[in-house]
């Protein structure tokens, strides 16, 4: 691994020893978030199901086929399936385009392993690593802090507060969290959380809202169905 220098004064700390982040690596994992997915297929099937104005196109269909118009009821449902069938094919590319530049575009963190710092991918980092983030750099893992220098932290992805907040090791709230900016200063923490285990990640899992203009067009569409039934 590429070696970075670093002050006399932090070289007390030797962070984790080669054996140790191999048994680390055994027995937590590594600081990649695996998520529980459905068949991409299936999922993308479903999200089609719920569009309100294919489900509307669906019942004028079937509206058309019942009246005895067969033949524009044939057309508008071949209509509605290529669309579909499109719309399946550009979410697949989507999804595989993102997947791939995911996996080219990991960045690099710094961690102290063997008394030196060491520039690897953050996906390496190991529960019990020293990490060490620069300013501007994004902080790797959640970790509690144990040294650090006029360090501020922009947690606004997580509080949603645009302000930097002040952290060391002598505070209460001494940690700090996967998915935040170092704004300044330089902290070393001891990696607590990698992966699914962050706060970051179970921030992630909270379920989300319809918004209004979806329970708009949901009502619309429901209405606008019954106005077909009757008719």
């Known amino acids: 691994m590429p070696e970075v220098k670093m002050p006399e004064q932090r070289m007390s700390i030797q962070g984790l020893s080669t054996e140790q982040v191999l ?10 978030l695996e998520e529980r997915r459905e068949i991409p297929l299936w999922a993308a099937i479903k999200r089609l199901a719920k569009e309100p104005m294919l489900v509307l196109l669906l019942v004028a269909s079937l509206v058309y086929c019942i009246s005895g118009d067969v033949g524009n009821s044939i057309f508008l449902a071949a209509a509605i399936l290529m669309v579909a069938a499109i719309s399946l094919y550009q979410d697949n590319r989507s999804r595989n385009a993102l997947e791939k530049l995911r996996s080219n575009t990991q960045p690099n963190g710094k961690v102290i392993r063997n008394g030196q710092v060491e520039k690897i991918k953050i996906g390496d980092v ?13 902080v790797a893992a959640d970790g509690s802090i144990v040294q650090a220098n006029d360090f501020t932290v922009d947690e606004s992805i997580l509080t949603g507060k645009s ?7 002598h505070q209460e709230d001494h ?10 200063g330089l ?3 001891t990696v607590t959380a990698i992966g699914n285990g962050t706060r970051l ?3 992630e899992s909270i379920a989300e809202e319809v918004t209004p203009l979806e329970l708009q067009i949901n009502s619309f569409v429901r209405r606008m169905v019954l106005g077909l039934v009757l008719l």
Do not use: C, H, W
Request: charged residues 25%.
């Open 23 to 32: 048994a680390a690596k055994e027995k937590y994992g590594l600081n990649r």
């Open 126 to 138: 190991v529960i019990g690593d020293k990490l060490m983030v620069e300013k501007g750099g994004l």
């Open 163 to 169: 302000l930097a907040v002040f952290k060391d090791q």
């Open 175 to 184: 940690f700090v969290y996967q998915g935040t900016t170092v704004a300044s």
């Open 187 to 189: 902290p070393i923490a």
């Open 201 to 203: 990640k179970s921030m």
